[in-house]
């Protein structure tokens, strides 16, 4: 089934059912009003609205209406974690090799994933604030997935068992305020602002085979300002699959229900399939050019990300606009 | 006024109001049945439940029952947002002259502070599991607050209004992790696991006078095996007070109602006030004899983390086991 979240002027916004196409909607109403609350009770509350989802793809719901993107909040307005992999190490490799860093041997067993923050998310067309167009502002399009309640220490098969739902994810980033905090020690902070997700968040069996080896093996489509920049495929280059995501952040502690984890940004060593991120295609210029000529968002600039099936958008398009804080 | 929230085998747990000297307690029925609910709607919600604590401290209170803080869920059981600072430079300074760096001279001017994990914390006297003595098990006590919305770019005397809530931390931290962690340069994760929060939140008109400046001006003491190991004033040593801290956190994204910021291990110069976690005391150890002698904490062992006014406990105690995982 797909799921959805529309704006009703709460923080969290009312559950939506979406048809298998994206043509309608349906209120989860009885059922559950927010998605948190489906997340926390699954197994009771997912056959309910799995109900709705049959009757809406057979044109029997009641009370349907035409889905709109735009009155969309991120699936989960606000969550209780993110943490964001960087699971594809062409990535990772171009970015390091550009400022002339080997990436060590460690990283091809041993994840890179970050804490981010998760009570501001944005919705799928939300125009995005910010103070200053010199922070270097980037997209980052990713595969992300909620989990239900994983147990600290679970195996990355027992955590792959724990992904129930799929989605995508634009990480915006602040290039020029990464190198300073990172120096600093902690990690991202300031140059990870709010995080923006897909319209729809889908169960893995709406995938088929699409969704194998917890990977998801469909072309992630980037268009910047109208110009297709990336169409890449989120399949076989992930080098971790979801499920290890899931166990290395489980390694310490719990992971419960309603966290996000992504896949970083999506990458493949065929330079024709484009980027998914603007830092890659300024490392690869200064690879072979000695120089980034590539420049970052400005006000106003207009990113969407979309992954298709047979020609149909899967989660609906990630759509926004760049523009300056009031 | 004070809170708390009650085991009652939810995720969110039951949110109680506090007697003033931590005696009984009042469940907020027919006001707010969470924390969170209260802090999403703090205009309205937080004069109905300060009348339920006008009563309940002049004894007057309804279905009051003596308050047991190990019945207590963390006051936030589960957050949308942890970041963490540390804003006592002098922890700082000591933790990187052992390890032989200097600290650059912008950490003066610039907080150094983390994103944290905020799905599954620890309530005040929860066991505390770990899979591996070998790990670096140390404790970290801390000041922190609890935000309403505070917005992108406020400043600092804005954010500081923000602050609804105050309590303490322990922030528990796996140090033998922490350097393979931060050298892969993403920051926290695994060698970070749950924290835990004390029984009580409260209001910062319950602190008087303690409450200056956005610090607390009282002793924290932190009791290891019985033995009282640290007695540190949280008050003038904090470099950034708390809404120096929000305000860093708000730079370029907002951040929303129930956000839990921390002040960082609490720590003072004069080093007969003893330390608030173990890895400064192994710093002191480093700097004058050339190696760490005090050992990090082993099964079995206990922490007590407390900070009284006038002899009285204002937050109610951190009192926790480490524990083997199962």
New interface residues.
Partial sequence: MKLATYKDGS?DGQLVVVSRDLSTATFATGIATRLQQAL?DWNFIAPQLQDVSVALNHHKARHAFPFDPRQCMAPLP????W?DG?AYLNHVELVRKARGAEMPES?HG?P?????????FLGPCDPV???DAA?GIDFEAEVCVVTGDVA??ASPEQALEGVRLVLLANDWS?RH?IPPE?A????????K??TAFSPVAVTPDELGDAWQGGRLHLPLTCTWNGRKVGHVDAGPEMSFHFGQLIA??A?????????LVGSGTVSNADRTRGYACIAEKRALEMIEDGEAKTGFMQFGDVIRIEMKRDDHSVFGAIEQQVVE?D
Same sequence: chains 1, 2.
């Fill in positions: 923080r926390d606000r969550a209780f974690q943490a960087s990283f041993d890179l994933m970050y804490q981010g923050g998760s009570d501001d604030p910010f103070g922070w600290m220490r602040l305020l990172l600093k020690g902690f990690g991202f902070l300031q140059s602002p709010s290395h952040l390694k310490t502690r719990n992971v419960r229900a309603g966290t804080c």
